[in-house]
């Protein structure tokens, strides 16, 4: 059974639908990464997945249950990280945690989650003196202490420094590895192509591409181009096979190594704002002058 289905979801808050038939199927297991611009709808399908807004038509299964009014049992056995939790300044880690744990049936051991998302070490500073990854990584923790088998991020690495989003991505990682399913919203597309296995494009409310991203990126099936510095020009090719190329390039410099070589594809973010590039037209178009 998957994770999550979706079907024929609509949702609109004024004339024009923030979401437009859209049809999903998240897997148990995967880490699915939803991208897509501005005002795509992917808050809106995330939240009415969550339970968190009512649709106005299509159907929704998460875990097996329409999250439209489930009840307790279901929630139990979900895990939300908001874009932003507030209102704990003065409470320590260790202490939000432990409160929240109550919540569930089957917590995790608090210590384990405070060093699971790197907080161990500042357990029982209060809130308001962490730093801004820090108070992510307090967000991810509230999100897991439940043990959840689907995990919600929205947008979960925005403010991080490199080595946070490195240590993050590690974090999902173990708890894909636990069998947590996983459905993130991002900007990043480095983030998507180094954590999800599927990837769904949305731009105004509808699914524009779903694939993995190496398929989605055309990796695996375009050229690649070479570049590399020969007198004092820096000279490309493309090629459909780039390892060849690069022995016959080594020949010409006897064998050595072929200066500031680079061998690349596109990118997932090429084919991404490809995929979304008449969709921000039709945004602007909109904009009052
Ligand atoms: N509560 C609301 N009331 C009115 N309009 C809303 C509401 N929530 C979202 N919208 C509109 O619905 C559309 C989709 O918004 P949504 O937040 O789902 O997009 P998103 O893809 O999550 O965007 P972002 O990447 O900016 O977070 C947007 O045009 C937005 O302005």
Request: net charge negative.
């Amino acid at each position: 059974m998957d994770a999550i289905t979706i079907r024929g979801l609509t949702k609109a808050y004024g004339p024009r639908p923030a979401v437009d038939g859209l049809d999903l199927d998240i897997r148990t297991g995967e880490v699915f990464a939803l991208l897509g611009p501005n005002g795509a709808g992917k808050t809106t399908t995330v939240e009415i997945a969550e339970g968190f807004r009512h649709r106005d038509a299509g159907e929704v299964r998460v875990l097996g249950t329409d999250p439209q009014g489930a009840g307790l049992a279901w929630r139990n056995r979900i895990g939300i990280v908001l874009q932003s939790s507030g209102g704990l300044d003065l409470l320590t880690p260790r202490e939000v945690l432990a409160s929240t744990a109550k919540v569930f049936t089957r917590p995790r051991p608090v210590e384990e989650v405070l060093a699971e998302v790197g907080l161990d070490d500042r357990a029982d500073t209060r809130v308001v003196g962490l730093s801004g990854g820090q108070r992510r990584r307090l967000d991810v923790a509230l999100g897991i202490i439940g043990r959840p088998e689907l995990l919600f991020l929205d947008e979960p690495t925005t403010g991080f420094d490199p080595q946070a989003r490195r240590d993050f991505w590690e974090l999902i990682r173990t708890l894909a590895a636990q069998g947590t399913t996983i459905l993130l919203t991002t900007h990043y597309l480095d983030e998507a192509e180094a954590l999800a296995d599927r990837v769904g494009v949305i731009a105004a409310g509808r699914l524009l591409a779903l694939d993995t991203p190496d398929a989605l990126g055309g990796r695996s099936a375009q050229e690649a181009t070479l570049a590399w510095e020969e007198d004092g020009i820096r000279r490309s090719l493309r090629t459909a096979s780039p390892t060849a190329d690069i022995s016959r390039l080594s020949a010409r410099f006897a064998g050595g190594e072929v200066p500031g070589l680079t061998v690349s594809r596109p990118s997932l973010e090429d084919t991404y704002l490809g995929l979304i590039a008449p969709h921000l037209v039709d945004d602007r178009s909109e904009v009052p002058a």
